[in-house]
């Protein structure tokens, strides 16, 4: 009896462990699923949603990447790398060498690469960012980063006529590029492809430089030139809303609307300065003021000899390609018989114009505009300017664009002549009657046709010339109001 008894007892409690396991199964299960789903509601969160949820009690460790890691593409781009690099050399040697010679800085006769080869070490994709922005396009950010073994050595030819060959060693590239794919409905489905650089974060080019069999110290300057004729490129041609584009596959199809197109007319009155630095031993600096927007268009105010409170009251047009992202730079420089003295300068930006509205500003000077790396701290006086913004109908962006294109034509023929020494001097009257250079960066002072000395100065490089052409004057005028010269 006993024996029967603990055999039931033994059966009714299995049972009962067993019923309980199981109902303790299917409740972890379904609190599985509930997690699960919570997770995957959570996972479809974007910030926005995150942070009205939590209130003020938002945590900072949170973020939500913008860019998706691409470790196939890297793999892939290292595989084809050899290939594109022998490929691309080519290319960028005929389309960059153009540049060279556009921007190519006073100082320096002729300009052109010698040895182009990208290495054998790919380019990284740190990230992609992938949008739709408009209809019938795909638009792609990169986070491209490239510290390759290149070799690239630059040939250049001095105005004394000596060759000099400059190697670039180490060189590094980091930018977010930009690329958007114009879509087609013929195969290949893309008619165009425009790349740019994004301006945040500021793109980079870091290199060193070396004169083969000799030393960079016996050619003051010159590393200086180089550095900033990089820059100038890179901002002129490349940064946003800068752009190039490629049309593939051969298709037969507009490509205007993806072109960079002038957008309106920036009036810019500069009133005067105020407290001045005084760089001079004996007397005061004979100060002037070269503004522009765009490198290749610079303008240049007359000067005032002996005061460091200036009056100039001369107005200027500056034709604009995109009022959200460029800027108005003012450069004040100190004239002088060797090579003109950088007094300060300052930028502003036209996004904070209302169009068809004038106003005043004045603006505090800057010993540099990167003011991470300034040393000197010291004030540099005020400078005073009225500004108004006109936005461009489609007939006046046509007869702009038009005239522009022209300017350089002549301003391309007038350095070819030897007006002026680069194509990114600055316009504006000089003293005397004829063809006149003032202001140079190899320190050429002339009235007539007369140039008096020489040199090689990083500030009058900055500055470049004045010109003026054909008895006329250049200054302040945009093209489709020039006379003599179209600018």
Known sequence: ?????????????????????????????????????????????????????????????????????????????????????????????????????????????????EKLFLGNVAPQCEGIRVQSQKKGQITMDLDFRWGGDASIILGIQTLVGASLPIQLKNVQFFATVRTIFQLAEDIPCISA????????????????????????TAVPGLSDMIKDMVENILVDTLQWPHRIVVPIGGLPIDLSELELKLEGRLTVSVIGAKSLKNLEVFGKSDPYVVLYARILFKYKTKVV????????????????????????????????????????????????????ETKEFTLNLLPSLDTAH???????????????????????????????????????????????????????????????????????????LGMVGSGLGKAGKLVGRSVQLGGASMRGQSPGRENGMSR
């Open 1 to 113: 009896m006993g024996l029967v008894s603990g055999i039931f007892l033994g059966v009714v409690v299995g049972v009962a462990l067993v019923a309980l396991l199981n109902q303790s199964f299917k409740l972890r299960s379904k609190q599985r699923i509930a997690k699960a789903a919570d997770i995957k509601l959570l996972g479809d969160l974007v910030q926005d949603d995150l942070k009205k949820l939590c209130g003020a009690n938002y945590p900072s460790w949170i973020s939500f990447p913008e860019f998706e890691r691409v470790k196939w593409l890297n793999k892939q781009l290292a595989k084809i790398w050899p290939y594109v690099a022998m490929a691309a050399s080519g290319v960028i040697k005929e389309v960059v060498e153009p540049m060279l010679e556009q921007y190519r800085p006073p100082g320096i006769a002729a300009l052109k690469f």
């Open 193 to 216: 492809v425009v790349v740019a650089l994004l301006a945040k974060p500021k793109p980079e080019v870091k290199y060193l430089l070396k004169l083969i069999g000799g030393s960079l």
């Open 305 to 356: 000899d002996n005061n460091l409170n200036p009056e100039w009251n001369e107005t200027f047009e500056l034709d604009i390609e995109d009022q959200e992202t460029q800027t108005l730079v003012l450069q004040v420089m100190d004239q002088d018989i060797t090579e003109d003295k950088f007094l300060g300068v300052v930028s502003f930006p036209l996004a904070k114009l209302t169009p068809e």
């Open 374 to 448: 300034v040393v000197d701290k010291k004030d540099r006086g005020t400078i005073t300017v009225k500004l108004n913004y006109h936005i461009f109908t489609k007939e006046e962006q046509a007869a702009a664009m038009a005239a522009e294109k022209e300017f350089l034509e002549q301003k391309k023929r007038a350095k070819e002549a030897g007006l002026i020494g680069s194509t990114l001097d600055a316009v504006g009257a000089v003293g005397g009657a004829g063809k006149a250079l003032v202001g140079t960066g190899i320190g050429a002072v002339g009235t007539g």
